[in-house]
C-alpha cells in the first residue's frame, strides 16, 4: 500500500490546541469493524459499553519534561530533546541547531549542566552529562526541562501541560510524549468501570519523538519504524489469558498498549524478540497469548496484519499518512476507518494529543484465528 492511501483532509482549527476540562468531557466516536457502524457518544459513556469479563489495559509511562535548550561552544543556540537515558550521565538526544553537533562538542545548559557529543546513533546524539549537578540525566531533565508539546500545538508550554499532558495513572518515568488515549480516564470515568467490575492491567511502553517521525516512502514497507523501549509483566500477560480463558474482551488504550501486547505475543519462530520470560502464560495454548517481555519493539502494524492479543482499542484521531493511522486501519479497515474520520471532520470532533476519542472493534478479517 501507499502512504497517499492513509490521507485524509482536516480543516486545521479541528486540531485540539488545549486540554477539555475536565477529562472525561470529551467525545467519544464508536466505531464497528466490518460494518462500519459508527455512533456519536460522551467519554463518560463508554464505560456502559463494556462488560464485567473485559479486561482494560493501560499503559502507565510517565512523561518526563524532555526538552530543555542550550548554547553550544561556539555561541549558536541549540535544543535537545531527549529520546532516552542510556545511564545516570548519558543518553540519546534530538538535536536542532542551525548545524549539528561535531565530536566532542560541548553544550551550556541550564543551571551550570554541560553534556558533550560522544557520537551518534543514526538521527539522535550521543551525549555525556558532566557530573557537576545531584542525581542523574532523568533528574536533571525533571528539573530545569519543559514539557515537549506535540509539533501541531502551536503555542509554547504552560505550567498546566506538566499535568494535563499526563495521564492520571502514569508512574514510570520516560516518555516523550504522551500516550493520549488514557487522558480521557478520570476518576469519575474509574469508577463507573469498577461499578461495572471491568478489571484492569498495564504494561510500560515509553513513548518516544519517533511517534511524530512522517512517513517518508511512498510504499509503506519501506517505511523505516522507530524503536521503543517496553515491558509487559507477568501479571499483565496472567490477565489478558485468564480474561480469553472467561471469554471476556483485551481492550487496549491506546496504539502503544496494542504495539506492546502484540509484541509479546508475537511467534519467536517468525523472528520476534525473544520473551523476557519464557514460562507458558497461564492459562493460554503454547504459543498463544503474550509472555513476559521486556525490551525494544519496531513493530510497524498496517493492514494485512493479524492481532493475536487484542480486541478491541480506545484511540485517539491520529495524523494523516501516519503509522498510527494504518495501525488503526490494519484494526477496523482503511475505508471504514477513513469514512469514520470523514464523519468526525463534518461533526467538529477534536484531534490528536488533545482531542476526543474513538473506541474501535475490530473486523473479524483483522483477527488471527482463536
Given at each position: 500500500?501507499?502512504?497517499?492511501?492513509?490521507?485524509?483532509?482536516?480543516?486545521?482549527?479541528?486540531?485540539?490546541?488545549?486540554?477539555?476540562?475536565?477529562?472525561?468531557?470529551?467525545?467519544?466516536?464508536?466505531?464497528r469493524g466490518?460494518?462500519?457502524?459508527?455512533?456519536?457518544?460522551?467519554?463518560?459513556?463508554?464505560?456502559?459499553?463494556?462488560?464485567?469479563?473485559?479486561?482494560?489495559?493501560?499503559?502507565?509511562?510517565?512523561?518526563?519534561?524532555?526538552?530543555?535548550?542550550?548554547?553550544?561552544?561556539?555561541?549558536?543556540?541549540?535544543?535537545l530533546?531527549?529520546?532516552?537515558?542510556?545511564?545516570?550521565?548519558?543518553?540519546?538526544?534530538?538535536?536542532?541547531?542551525?548545524?549539528?553537533?561535531?565530536?566532542?562538542?560541548?553544550?551550556?545548559?541550564?543551571g551550570?549542566?554541560?553534556?558533550?557529543m560522544?557520537?551518534?546513533?543514526?538521527e539522535?546524539?550521543?551525549?555525556?552529562?558532566?557530573?557537576?549537578?545531584?542525581?542523574?540525566?532523568?533528574?536533571y531533565?525533571?528539573?530545569?526541562?519543559?514539557v515537549?508539546?506535540?509539533?501541531?500545538?502551536?503555542?509554547?508550554?504552560?505550567?498546566?501541560?506538566?499535568?494535563?499532558?499526563?495521564?492520571?495513572?502514569?508512574?514510570?518515568?520516560?516518555?516523550?510524549?504522551?500516550?493520549?488515549?488514557?487522558?480521557?480516564?478520570?476518576?469519575?470515568?474509574?469508577?463507573a468501570?469498577?461499578?461495572?467490575?471491568?478489571?484492569?492491567?498495564?504494561?510500560?511502553?515509553?513513548?518516544?519523538?519517533?511517534?511524530?517521525?512522517p512517513?517518508?516512502?511512498?510504499?509503506?514497507?519501506?517505511?523505516?519504524?522507530?524503536?521503543?523501549y517496553?515491558?509487559?509483566?507477568?501479571?499483565?500477560?496472567d490477565?489478558?489469558n485468564?480474561?480469553?480463558?472467561?471469554?471476556?474482551?483485551?481492550?487496549?488504550?491506546?496504539?502503544?498498549?496494542?504495539?506492546?501486547?502484540?509484541?509479546?505475543?508475537?511467534?519467536?519462530?517468525a523472528?520476534a524478540?525473544?520473551?523476557?520470560?519464557?514460562?507458558?502464560?497461564?492459562?493460554?495454548?503454547?504459543?498463544?497469548?503474550?509472555?513476559?517481555?521486556?525490551?525494544?519493539?519496531?513493530?510497524?502494524?498496517?493492514?494485512?496484519?493479524?492481532?493475536?492479543?487484542?480486541?478491541?482499542?480506545?484511540?485517539?484521531?491520529?495524523?494523516?499518512?501516519?503509522?498510527?493511522?494504518?495501525?488503526?486501519?490494519?484494526?477496523?479497515?482503511?475505508d471504514?476507518?477513513?469514512a469514520?474520520y470523514?464523519?468526525?471532520?463534518?461533526?467538529r470532533?477534536?484531534?490528536?494529543?488533545?482531542?476526543?476519542?474513538?473506541?474501535?472493534t475490530?473486523?473479524?478479517?483483522?483477527?488471527?484465528l482463536?
Amino acid at each position: 500500500m501507499k502512504r497517499t492511501d492513509f490521507h485524509y483532509e482536516l480543516p486545521k482549527e479541528l486540531i485540539a490546541q488545549r486540554p477539555i476540562v475536565p477529562r472525561s468531557a470529551s467525545r467519544l466516536l464508536e466505531l464497528r469493524g466490518g460494518g462500519g457502524a459508527c455512533r456519536d457518544l460522551g467519554f463518560r459513556d463508554f464505560p456502559a459499553l463494556l462488560r464485567p469479563d473485559d479486561l482494560l489495559v493501560f499503559n502507565d509511562t510517565r512523561v518526563i519534561p524532555a526538552r530543555v535548550h542550550g548554547t553550544k561552544d561556539s555561541g549558536g543556540r541549540i535544543e535537545l530533546l531527549l529520546e532516552r537515558v542510556l545511564s545516570a550521565q548519558t543518553a540519546l538526544v534530538h538535536a536542532r541547531a542551525s548545524k549539528g553537533l561535531k565530536p566532542q562538542a560541548r553544550v551550556l545548559l541550564p543551571g551550570g549542566q554541560t553534556a558533550r557529543m560522544l557520537g551518534r546513533d543514526g538521527e539522535l546524539y550521543h551525549l555525556e552529562f558532566s557530573g557537576e549537578f545531584s542525581g542523574d540525566v532523568l533528574q536533571y531533565f525533571e528539573a530545569h526541562g519543559e514539557v515537549p508539546l506535540p509539533p501541531y500545538i502551536d503555542r509554547p508550554p504552560e505550567d498546566c501541560d506538566r499535568e494535563s499532558y499526563q495521564t492520571v495513572y502514569a508512574r514510570a518515568p520516560g516518555a516523550v510524549a504522551a500516550p493520549t488515549a488514557g487522558l480521557h480516564f478520570d476518576a469519575d470515568v474509574f469508577a463507573a468501570l469498577a461499578a461495572r467490575r471491568v478489571r484492569h492491567a498495564f504494561v510500560t511502553l515509553h513513548v518516544g519523538a519517533g511517534t511524530f517521525q512522517p512517513v517518508r516512502a511512498e510504499d509503506i514497507e519501506r517505511h523505516e519504524m522507530h524503536t521503543e523501549y517496553l515491558e509487559v509483566p507477568q501479571a499483565t500477560c496472567d490477565a489478558v489469558n485468564s480474561t480469553r480463558a472467561a471469554g471476556g474482551r483485551v481492550i487496549a488504550v491506546g496504539t502503544t498498549v496494542v504495539r506492546s501486547l502484540e509484541t509479546a505475543a508475537a511467534p519467536v519462530a517468525a523472528g520476534a524478540p525473544a520473551p523476557a520470560v519464557a514460562e507458558a502464560p497461564v492459562g493460554a495454548a503454547p504459543g498463544r497469548g503474550p509472555r513476559p517481555f521486556r525490551g525494544p519493539t519496531r513493530l510497524f502494524i498496517k493492514p494485512g496484519y493479524r492481532f493475536r492479543a487484542v480486541d478491541a482499542m480506545v484511540t485517539n484521531f491520529h495524523l494523516p499518512e501516519s503509522t498510527l493511522l494504518m495501525l488503526c486501519a490494519a484494526f477496523v479497515g482503511r475505508d471504514t476507518l477513513l469514512a469514520a474520520y470523514a464523519h468526525a471532520v463534518k461533526q467538529r470532533y477534536r484531534f490528536f494529543s488533545y482531542g476526543d476519542a474513538m473506541f474501535l472493534t475490530p473486523a473479524q478479517s483483522a483477527l488471527e484465528l482463536r
